[in-house]
């Protein structure tokens, strides 16, 4: 059996070839833009223009084998328990890389390629000194097919079923339909946004804001599909870990392969119904977008915006709630290493066990259980592990914390590892049952000899 870390680390190795596949895409021309940067026509055979976009896709692709490569170590050693702990440590400072680097690579070449255009004269006329906002009103007057609201609430009524048919876990169920409901609130937010103006061609601008709306749809409504899924899951699958974790992972698999499946699609759309454009008139808005990736336009009075290529929505760091949610998201992502270092003392900490002035108390990490002896009724030895279902808590290889379930002893509240036993199930007047058991045998057995010496004196 694969280890947690080793799991974590198989179950993320994709990620960077993902973003090397989406970012060696961004070396293609789509509405004049490559690498964030607007060229005239032109530049799409300049040999210097070339040359620094082969750098870029070999650069990327050097990244993303290097990242793999690592994820593929930490895989190795995450599969011995003594390295837990700093394995998942590697693990948290990975993403943050993965996170960061791939950016850096395409924001130097975004700088590069910038500095060449002003070098050859390619920047539209005006565009350093003048702050404008283009729109096309013409396209923006025409009406667009959207998807009925009423397929977003058939959804919702869906997703709220099991709540009929399991009334403990109400809030689970009104959490999965509240999800539902703002994938609804979203995707009616993105219609606000301005049309796809790439040049004067409207009949162009309107086919180009048609896909990416009806891939809007398409997205959003697989992702409220998918929240309803996991809502039944939850019914349907509570007495199986191994259904469980697949009804709640299924979804999110097939939402993350049609969401990219649909970013790809419309950008070979955006790049075959644009190869023509790029003469006379067409729109640059360089200026508004730092290093290709972030948007600011202190005229632009919209919070979220369209990104100019693909599907995506950026955040407009000229409006106050933009700065703040920027720094938000990049504290959380700086927070990384903080959580990994969480991990590796939860994943590094052995269970301990002891009797102490008459308490039982078991302990691991921010986990600890104690036991009054005066409240003890029982006290035996399992030397093999029920079968079990977490209703709260963690669970690892080393570890099992929290609240449990069990056909054989009904609810548990268990602090043990798993990997070594015997264990001590402990049942109290007050009806709680606790599974213990410490990471060294002889603490177990030391306390089970303890207390039921203790519980026939009493």
């Given amino acids: 059996m694969m280890s947690t ?29 490559v690498i964030g940067v607007t060229f005239p026509r032109e530049a799409r055979e ?19 084998i290097v990242l793999v490569a690592a994820a593929l170590g930490g895989a190795a050693t995450g599969t011995v328990r003594a390295w837990a702990g700093l394995s998942m440590f590697c693990w948290s400072v990975w993403i943050l890389v993965v996170c960061i680097v791939p950016e850096v690579i395409y924001a130097l070449t975004n700088r590069r390629l910038a500095a060449l255009k002003d070098e050859r004269g390619w920047r539209t006329r ?7 906002t283009v729109a096309d009103i013409g396209a923006a007057a025409q009406s667009y097919p ?8 058939l959804i919702c009524a869906t997703s709220l079923v099991p709540a009929l048919l399991d009334r403990d876990n109400l809030v689970i169920y009104l959490l999965f339909a ?41 997205v959003f409504l697989v992702a409220a599909a998918s929240f309803a899924f996991m809502s039944w ?55 508004h977008w730092i290093f290709g990736i972030f948007y600011y336009n202190p005229d632009d009075a919209k919070l979220i915006v369209n990104e100019r290529v693909g599907i995506n929505t950026s955040i407009n760091l000229a409006r106050p709630a933009g700065k703040a949610i920027v720094v938000a998201l990049a504290c959380l992502l700086l927070c990384l290493p903080v959580a990994g270092a969480f991990m590796a003392e939860e994943f590094g900490a052995p269970v301990t066990l002891e009797l102490s002035e008459q308490t039982i108390r078991a302990h ?5 259980y104690e036991i009054d002896m005066d409240d003890v009724v029982s006290v035996e030895l399992v030397d093999q592990l029920p079968q079990m279902t977490r209703t709260f808590g963690g669970a690892s290889e080393t570890f099992l914390e929290g609240n449990f379930s069990s056909d054989a002893y009904g609810s548990l509240k268990v602090c043990l590892d798993p990997e070594v036993g015997p264990w001590l199930l402990v049942r109290t007047r007050s009806g709680t ?21 203790a519980l026939v004196d009493a």
Avoid at 46 to 64: E, G, N, P
Avoid at 187 to 199: A, K, Q
Avoid at 233 to 254: D, E, H, K, R
Wanted: aromatic share 10%; with cysteine.
């Fill in 46 to 64: 300049d040999v210097q223009v070339k040359a620094l976009l082969t750098s870029y896709r070999r650069l990327q692709l050097a990244c993303a």
């Fill in 178 to 218: 509240a999800c539902v409901l703002m994938m609804w609130a979203i995707f009616r937010w993105c219609y606000r946004n301005r049309s796809e103006v790439v040049d004067d061609n409207t009949a162009l601008t309107q086919t180009l804001t048609r896909i990416r709306r009806r891939a809007w749809a398409r």
């Fill in 364 to 368: 691991h990490s921010l986990t600890t």
């Fill in 5 to 33: 870390a080793t799991i974590l680390w198989l179950s993320c190795s994709w990620i960077p070839l993902l973003i090397w596949w989406t970012l060696r895409n961004s070396a293609r021309f789509k509405k004049n833009i």
């Fill in 433 to 453: 049952t606790y599974l213990l058991g410490a990471s060294d045998t002889a603490q177990t057995e030391t306390v089970y000899e303890e207390v039921t010496s």
């Fill in 146 to 153: 959207r998807v009925s609201s009423i397929w977003f609430v």
């Fill in 233 to 287: 899951a939850q019914l349907l699958f509570q007495g199986s870990a191994n259904l469980y974790f697949i009804g709640m992972m299924l979804p999110c698999t097939v939402l993350g392969i049609v969401a990219f499946a649909t970013e790809m699609r419309v950008r070979s759309l955006q790049e075959r119904l644009t190869k023509a454009s790029g003469e006379g008139l067409y729109v640059d808005e360089d200026d």
């Fill in 126 to 132: 005006g565009a350093a000194t003048q702050r404008v």
